[in-house]
């Protein structure tokens, strides 16, 4: 999920200089697809950009293992230099985006398989000319800076390159499908972002759900199981009322699930970091309660107005989330309510005490899962949820009498 890079997470020197982000740098940075296609095309976001994005080459290639991740390609900075394609972006190969806006580049043909890594390299000559900047922080995937343009090189071999755990820029891979193709998009915060799952693992409770669904659609021989992309739009410290780690959730609706093609199904699993950040007052935690129940009607009625059926999934504090889950678990299947339950705080509770994580699953802060917590919370989806609900929401517009 694209969102205003805060500034602790500004890239490291000699990347960053005053008023001056990335002169004369290659972004190498490697992405996990989801869905088979032939046709790609990349889509930039400079929707937190102070001044114009000015990209002066950018291309995509299959990544060589490097080493990083066991052998694993995501994160390598390596690439396959007899797959390199260079982009364009409207017949040219620089483009300058305004900000605030969203630049895509001509489709190329490029065969890929579900569950590809590729890799992006851009190259900006004389850098963005701001300190205000869009990325994703939370990436858990090694990136790569370095100077000079490496765009179609095998290899960054200058002595300036560094690795972050970091995306800059790139706000969506899009791919041509076929029609009976469709895509899952979860909007979240950390849980949802992986925050304590692998570096360059693939880790996320949403990437070891898209392997569920293609293992039990071969297991199962059921095909429409594994033509489900699944998009991640998630941000740690994200909430649904409120801007802070990125634009709130009841905001962002439009930008990260609806204006996405493809979509039929959607998921929210946010709620968590406004319960934390509300005082402690029983006025004050009826108040948010009370807003968050509004924001996820409001979210879904939104979703359903463009026949995409939505999941809840109820956040993982302690009265009010409690008095929300109940309610989210009260909706499911009502008219204007969510059109699936996904129960992850009931499979990851301690079962001494509902109210707290299973320290089995619990990665030391009692928030957020660890590794094999991520793997129950994939393991618990109910994947029949995909199949009951092919055609979308029965909700498209509720009419009062």
């Not at 996320?204 to 095909?223: A, E, G, I, Q, V």
């Not at 709620?271 to 934390?276: A, C, L, P, S």
């Not at 509902?354 to 994939?378: F, I, K, R």
Request: charged share 15%.
């Amino acid at each position: 999920m694209p969102q205003l890079t805060e500034p602790a997470n500004l890239p490291p020197q000699p990347f960053n200089q005053t008023d001056l982000v990335f002169f004369n740098t290659t972004l190498r940075q490697t992405f996990h697809i989801t869905t088979p296609s032939t046709y790609l095309r990349l889509r930039l976001s400079n929707a937190f950009g102070g001044a114009n994005l000015p990209i002066t080459a950018a291309t995509i290639a299959v990544p060589l293992a490097s080493g990083i991740g066991n052998g694993n390609l995501t994160g390598s900075s390596l690439i396959n230099t007899t797959t390199v394609q260079h982009l364009t972006f409207s017949g040219e190969a620089e483009i300058s985006i305004p900000p605030g806006a969203l630049a895509v580049s001509d489709p190329i043909y490029f065969p890929v398989h579900a569950n590809q890594i590729l890799s992006i390299s851009l190259y900006l000559a004389n850098g963005q000319s701001t300190q205000s900047i869009t990325s994703h922080p939370g990436s858990r995937t090694s990136s790569y800076l370095s100077r000079g343009d490496w765009t179609a090189s095998k290899n960054l071999t200058d002595s300036s390159t560094q690795e972050v755990f970091h995306w800059y820029f790139i706000s969506a891979l899009e791919a041509w499908s076929e029609p009976a193709v469709s895509s899952f998009v979860v909007v979240g915060d950390s849980i949802t972002d992986g925050r304590s799952s692998y570096n360059n693992a693939n880790g996320r409770w949403t990437d070891l759900l898209f392997n569920r669904l293609h293992y039990h659609s071969s297991s199962t021989n059921n095909p429409a199981l594994g033509n489900i992309a699944v998009s991640n739009q998630a941000a740690g410290g994200n909430r649904v009322l409120a801007d802070g780690a990125g634009p709130s959730a009841l905001s962002r609706i439009e930008r990260d699930v609806i204006a996405h093609p493809g979509v039929k199904y959607a998921m929210t699993l946010e709620g968590v970091n406004d319960i934390g950040t509300a005082m402690a007052t029983m006025e004050a935690q009826r108040v948010v309660g009370d807003a968050l129940i509004q924001a996820y009607k409001q979210m879904f009625t939104r979703m359903h107005t463009a026949g995409i059926a939505v999941f809840g999934g109820n956040p993982l504090r302690e009265e009010t989330r409690m008095r929300v889950n109940e309610w989210i678990r009260g909706s499911v299947g009502m008219a204007g309510g969510f059109d699936g339950l996904v129960d992850f705080d009931e499979v990851m509770k301690n079962p001494i005490n509902s109210t707290e994580m299973n320290p089995l699953l619990n990665s030391g802060d009692c928030l957020h899962p660890n590794p094999e917590g991520y793997q129950v919370m994939a393991d618990a989806f109910p994947v029949e949820l995909f199949e009951k609900l092919e055609k979308g929401s029965e909700y498209i517009c509720v009419v009062p009498d």
